[in-house]
C-alpha cells in the first residue's frame, strides 16, 4: 500500500522558516513527479511547488523565491524548505504523488507572532 506522510509542520513567528518533509512509502517514487498544495478557502488545493523525477522544480508566484523544494530518492523523501514566512502562509499543505494522484494527510503550518 503506497502512503504519503508528511511531518515538519507546526508554529512559527513571521520571517521564520520550516522545511516540510514527505516520506514516500510502499513505491519508488523516484521517476515521480511530487507536488506540494495547500488547502483554499473553498476547501480545494491551491499549487505550492512541483519538483519532476528529473529534478526540475515549479512554483507558484507566490512562493517563488522564499520556498524551495528538493527531493532524496535515497530516502524517498521530498523536501519544502520554506523561508520568510508570512501570515497568509498559513495553512494546511499536502504533499501528493502527481505522477499516481495519491495524496498525503497533510500537515498544518501556522505563521504568527
Not at 5 to 33: A, I, K, N, Y
Not at 35 to 51: E, K, L, N, S, T
Not at 58 to 74: C, E, I, M, P, W
Amino acid at each position: 500500500q503506497v502512503q504519503l506522510v508528511e511531518s515538519g509542520g507546526g508554529l512559527v513567528q513571521p520571517g521564520g522558516s520550516l522545511r516540510l518533509s514527505c516520506l514516500v512509502s510502499g513505491r519508488d517514487f523516484s521517476e515521480d513527479t511530487m507536488g506540494w498544495y495547500r488547502r483554499a478557502p473553498d476547501d480545494g488545493r491551491d499549487f505550492v511547488a512541483m519538483i519532476s523525477g528529473f529534478g526540475i522544480t515549479t512554483y507558484s508566484d507566490r512562493v517563488k523565491g522564499r520556498f524551495t523544494t528538493s527531493r532524496d530518492n535515497s530516502k524517498n523523501t521530498v523536501f519544502l524548505q520554506m523561508n520568510r514566512l508570512n501570515l497568509d502562509d498559513t495553512g494546511v499543505y499536502y504533499c501528493k504523488d502527481v505522477s499516481i494522484g495519491l495524496w498525503g494527510q497533510g500537515i498544518e503550518v501556522t505563521v504568527s507572532s
